[in-house]
C-alpha cells in the first residue's frame, strides 16, 4: 500500500494489474454495486442512490476520511465531490488541518516536469 491508499499490483496468476485496496473498502454496502450512481454526480437521482447506500454503511467514516486524503472524485462516504471540498475549506479555515494529496499534473510525470515544445500548426505550415 502506498501514501495513496490504492495501487496497482501485478497478478502473476491472472497475468494483469489489480487494485490493491484499503481493507475497510470490503465492508462497504457498496461492495458489488454498480459504480455509475457513485460517479454521475450531475444527475441528482444517483447522487440520492448512492448517499442512501452511505447512510447505512458501516465503513462511512473511513470512506470520507479517505475520500478527503485522496482527493477523490465521485461519491464517497455519503459526500459528492463539491460537498467534500466546502468541508476541507471549512476545516482548513477553523484552524483544522487536512492534509490531502495532490494530483499529480500530466506535465510533472513526463520529462522532469517540462511539457515538450510541440509545433504549433500556424509554425509548420499545415491548418
Known sequence: MTEYGV????????????LLRPAWQQH???RGE??????????????REAKKLCDICVVRESCL??????????VWGGM??????HKIRFMRRSGEYVE????KRYASRIDGGEVPERPRPSES???
Not at 80 to 85: A, G, I, K
Not at 100 to 103: L, T
Open 80 to 85: 459528492t465531490t463539491v460537498e467534500r471540498r
Open 34 to 47: 454498480g459504480t455509475d450512481i457513485f460517479f454521475h454526480e450531475r444527475y441528482s437521482h444517483a447522487v
Open 28 to 30: 462497504g454496502t457498496c
Open 7 to 18: 495501487v496497482d499490483v501485478w497478478s502473476e496468476s491472472k497475468s494483469v494489474f489489480e
Open 100 to 103: 490531502s494529496k495532490p494530483k
Open 65 to 74: 476520511d479517505f475520500a478527503i486524503k485522496n482527493d477523490c472524485v465521485g
Open 125 to 127: 505550415g499545415t491548418i
